[in-house]
């Protein structure tokens, strides 16, 4: 079975710009969260979706933004970039309860820069 | 609301030597908990969980074991190799509203050396 995709796995991007990206969860996993990582920051939870509606976020400002298709891909969206967007973006997909056993499934990440 | 508290990191150990790495957390109910390992330019992966007190998780040496009583969580492997330098994180999953909440520890750096 496939694991969690996420594309791309490095981008730069510059002050001001905005960027997209993609998530693919494990074939049946119906619900996808997004995660940033940075040195000083540590794993801080963004947003996520379940059957296409966000269920959950976390603290970030509404340049932050995300949305889960139909298939269960998910794509997170940063506008108007800042140079403290730079970090790694990790997405994970999970089985829901009954089913799930609660774990998550993380994808290697995207590593954004922001210059 | 929830919370996960480790130990601060790095931790600096020679090969064989005993790990220990202390996690506490704060959660109503009755919480999974589970620690995720994290390799240089990876993803994080589950490493072992516990899904009520008293429940003893373990994998790869690793084990922890479920404290309701301490609120803890301690990720413990009795000699370490260079292969398991990574990034801990402990975490708690609250299921709430009809939906799942994880929440993760800041993560622990463990730097084995030969």
């Known amino acids: 079975k496939a694991g969690v995709t996420q594309t791309p796995r490095y981008l730069i991007k510059t002050r001001g710009q905005q960027v997209t990206l993609s998530c693919s969860p494990i074939?049946?996993?119906?619900?996808v969260s997004w995660y940033q990582q940075t040195p000083g920051q540590g794993l801080q939870f963004l947003f996520e979706?379940?059957?296409?509606?966000?269920?959950n976020k976390g603290n970030f400002p509404g340049r932050f933004s995300g949305r889960q298709f139909s298939n269960s891909r998910s794509e997170m969206n940063v506008s108007t970039l800042e140079l403290g967007d730079s970090a790694l973006y990790l997405c994970?997909?999970?089985?829901?309860?009954?089913?799930?056993?609660?774990?998550?499934?993380f994808g290697e990440g995207s590593r954004l820069t922001v210059l | 609301g929830n919370s996960v508290t480790q130990m601060e990191g790095p931790v600096t150990l020679s090969e064989e030597a005993f790990l220990t790495i202390n996690c506490t957390y704060t959660?109503?109910?009755?919480?999974?908990l589970f620690w995720y390992v994290q390799y240089p330019g990876e993803g994080l992966q589950l490493l072992l969980k516990?899904?009520?007190?008293?429940d003893k998780g373990s994998n790869k040496g690793f084990e922890a074991t479920y404290r309701k009583e301490t609120t803890s969580f301690h990720l413990e492997k009795g000699s370490v190799q260079v292969s398991d330098s990574a990034v801990y994180f402990c975490?708690?999953?609250?299921?709430?509203?009809?939906?799942?909440?994880?929440?993760f520890g800041t993560g622990t750096k463990l730097q084995v050396i030969p």
């Open positions: 994970a997909s999970s089985l829901v309860a009954p089913r799930g056993t609660g774990e998550l499934f």
């Open positions: 975490a708690l999953r609250r299921d709430s509203g009809g939906y799942q909440k994880v929440t």
């Open positions: 979706y379940f059957s296409e509606t966000q269920r």
């Open positions: 959660a109503t109910g009755y919480p999974s």
């Open positions: 516990a899904t009520k007190a008293d």
């Open positions: 074939s049946g996993h119906r619900s």
